[in-house]
């Protein structure tokens, strides 16, 4: 039940196991497992990575609060609910 590395041995880690036992039987049983394992960065590609996309947006703008060029007619007014002015005042 123990995690395995590629070469068989034990991973390096933290295991508990959990029982329930109910009338003498156990009813319910859990492993954890917390491994650790050593992450190798190539620095220069990471730094290459990190330059490519602070280049870039996170994300795309979201432009709410710019205002609408072209004002509503007040006969189109007079016809739109107050939320699809608002939507319009906010410009989307």
Known sequence: ????????????GSY?????????EISYGAMYSYAYKDLKFDKEKLELEVEKLKKEPAA???RVFEKVKEK?????????????ITKNKLGI
């Open 60 to 62: 795309k703008p979201v």
């Open 16 to 24: 508990s196991l959990e029982v329930l036992v109910e009338n003498g």
């Open 1 to 12: 039940m123990i995690p395995k590395d590629e070469s068989g041995s034990i991973s390096d």
């Open 72 to 84: 509503p007619t007040k006969e189109e007014l007079a016809k739109m609910t107050n939320y699809e």
